[in-house]
């Protein structure tokens, strides 16, 4: 059975700083990892994903995450945080099920309050 | 294209009576998936349904069921409901057959809160 861990449940940083977000997962095979932004009253927008490849991901809105297999971990970083990134922030991690389809299993997210 | 589409995106139910929720995947999407958020227990799987056929199930009662249709619309519905069924409700949508290498998206969702 895979897992995910979101050490934090709030980071806090100041705008135009840089931010990290940590994620660590557990999975029996090949990891497909992936990150989810939820704004207040809205539903999970897609951030970036690493499937394979460069360990360094590039995602939307400037963010990015580093792959570290020796350490399982998927944090997600951005270089200059903005206020408008405050927000929950969910790490997934893919499987696949009985050969077929998938399922997103989650972190438990991390609130991020980026302040002026 | 449009996104994922929930209905209602707000209920109200009492304990004992049943609801259905409603998901409209993106276009030309056919796996749908339902999750579950609630602020206890955070993000849970519930089920996922490809070309009308459930493949995958999380640990749920069986109070909790669902269906999809030919043109992959999705119906969720949950009958008996306890206090703590009251939640958001969030549909995914995603291509391919074999969907592990791609994301979801997902609706806005349907806050459910049973009194």
């Known amino acids: 059975a895979q897992s995910v861990a979101q050490p934090e449940d709030q980071v806090n940083v100041a705008e135009g700083n840089p931010l990290t977000v940590k994620c660590t997962y557990s999975?029996?095979?090949?990891?497909?990892l992936f990150w989810y932004v939820q704004y207040p009253n809205r539903g999970l927008q897609f951030l970036l994903k690493y499937i394979t490849g460069d360990n360094l991901v590039k995602g939307s809105y400037g963010f990015e995450a580093e792959f570290n297999k020796s350490q399982t971990s998927f944090h997600l970083k951005k270089p200059s945080a903005l206020v408008s990134d405050s927000a929950l922030y969910f790490c997934a991690v893919s499987a696949l099920v009985n050969n077929a389809g998938n399922m997103l299993t989650f972190g438990g997210g991390t609130r991020l309050m980026v302040k002026p | 294209k449009a996104g994922v589409t929930q209905t209602p995106r707000y209920l109200i139910k009492t304990r004992g009576q049943q609801v259905t929720l409603s998901c409209s995947p993106i276009s030309g999407h056919r796996s749908v998936s339902w999750y579950q958020q609630t602020p206890g227990q955070g993000l849970q799987f519930l089920f996922e349904?490809?070309?009308?056929?459930?493949?995958n199930k999380g640990n749920f009662p069986g109070r909790f069921s669902g269906r999809q249709f030919s043109n992959s619309r999705s119906e969720m519905n949950v009958s008996t409901l306890e206090l703590g069924d009251s939640a958001l409700y969030l549909c995914?949508?995603?291509?391919?057959?074999?969907?592990?290498?791609?994301?979801?998206?997902f609706g806005p969702g349907t806050r459910l809160t049973v009194l």
């Open positions: 349904y490809f070309s009308e056929t459930q493949r």
């Open positions: 995914a949508s995603s291509t391919t057959l074999a969907g592990v290498y791609n994301e979801q998206f």
């Open positions: 999975v029996s095979g090949n990891p497909y």
